[in-house]
């Protein structure tokens, strides 16, 4: 079974730091690429960045965008999210997903993936 399991959620000031991670495990890893999405109460799950494949390329929603840089570890099988520069607007829950298909991060923004793991709260204050 596909399995995503992401954590280092927390609250924060505005303007402070979070580094989520998602332990992939049930698939090979570097076949696999890996986004993080959100969701507010209240809002639609939005797409926030996406790595390709054994980490080929890069893709950020315009929002995070020079706040937040995605990586992975195919020896540790993880995928991290720093965030830095946190804003009140990026409360949320914060889920980590996977997709087989071998497409660029802007296909899986406006797609999404296939598989979902369980979400970390961010909460972000004023």
């Known amino acids: 079974d596909v399995q995503l399991q992401a954590s280092g959620g927390g609250l924060v000031q505005a303007g402070g730091s979070l580094r989520l991670s998602c332990a992939a495990s049930?698939?090979?890893?570097?076949?696999?690429?890996i986004g993080w999405l959100r969701q507010a109460p209240g809002k639609e799950r939005e797409g926030v960045s996406y790595?390709?494949?054994?980490?080929?390329?890069?893709f950020y929603a315009d929002s995070v965008k020079g706040r937040f840089t995605i990586s992975s570890d195919s020896a540790k099988n993880t995928v991290s999210l720093q965030m830095n520069s946190l804003k009140p607007e990026d409360t949320a829950v914060y889920y980590c997903?996977?997709?087989?298909?071998?497409?660029?991060?802007?296909?899986?923004?406006?797609?999404?993936?296939?598989?979902w793991g369980k979400g970390t709260q961010v909460t972000v204050s004023s």
């Open positions: 049930g698939f090979t890893f570097d076949d696999y690429a």
């Open positions: 790595i390709s494949s054994a980490g080929g390329s890069t």
């Open positions: 997903a996977a997709d087989p298909r071998g497409y660029i991060g802007s296909y899986y923004y406006y797609n999404g993936m296939d598989y």
